[in-house]
């Protein structure tokens, strides 16, 4: 090959050299590398838009179903009865209605007190009522009322609970007294269903 050409060819590899030497050190971290992250971010950002529109095409049916969740939850959390003396009422027959079932025949749990708890009740969407309770019971049988009444649906709450210890304890027509047992006393209370269009916002709490 003649010297002059194989000069032309060095040269010409030597370019090449050069070009991809500068392609790699400044074309591809300035302007390729940004190109890419750019297209990679634009097809996230599509695919997030397709997801967001999908939703909110099902947002009349997410709705609806919301709103029948949110009504079958108060139907089933809040007292039925349309008053406090009615509601009274029934949280004392519920109270009776466990007892009854944790003990048939009070055998081993009886009340000795169920008093509506009276005075103003605190401003606020939801309406409180409360009752006082007194029971004399066994160990096992005070745990399985306090779960009982916990567990009901309506939701009903017990607050203020006292326990002591009794040596012996006597229910009523059962003889003689029997060893061992508490004396428990607590509130007993769930809430009305609040009127359409009270004011306030918030849920019931114990």
Not at 12 to 19: G, P
Not at 132 to 148: M, S
């Amino acid at each position: 090959m003649p010297r002059a050409e194989r000069d032309r060819l060095l040269a010409m590899i030597l370019l090449l050299a050069v070009l991809g030497l500068l392609y790699l050190v400044v074309v591809h971290p300035l302007f390729t590398q940004p190109l890419r992250a750019t297209d990679a971010r634009i097809a996230d950002l599509r695919d997030r838009d397709a997801r967001v529109r999908a939703l909110l095409a099902q947002a009349p049916q997410i709705n609806k179903r919301l709103a029948e969740l949110d009504a079958r939850g108060n139907a089933a959390g809040f007292l039925v009865e349309p008053t406090t003396e009615l509601a009274t009422a029934a949280l004392i027959q519920e109270l009776e209605r466990v007892v009854e079932e944790v003990t048939p025949g009070n055998r081993g749990c009886a009340i000795t007190n169920r008093a509506p708890l009276s005075g103003e009740p605190p401003p606020g969407r939801f309406h409180r009522v409360t009752v006082q309770v007194r029971l004399r019971c066994g160990n096992a049988e005070t745990l399985a009322v306090l779960h009982a009444l916990e567990s009901a649906r309506p939701y009903l709450f017990v607050d203020t609970l006292n326990i002591s210890s009794q040596r012996y304890f006597a229910i009523p027509g059962n003889n003689p007294p029997q060893e061992g047992g508490l004396d428990v006393s607590f509130d007993l209370y769930g809430y009305l269903r609040p009127a359409p269009g009270a004011a306030g916002n918030g849920a019931p709490h114990g």
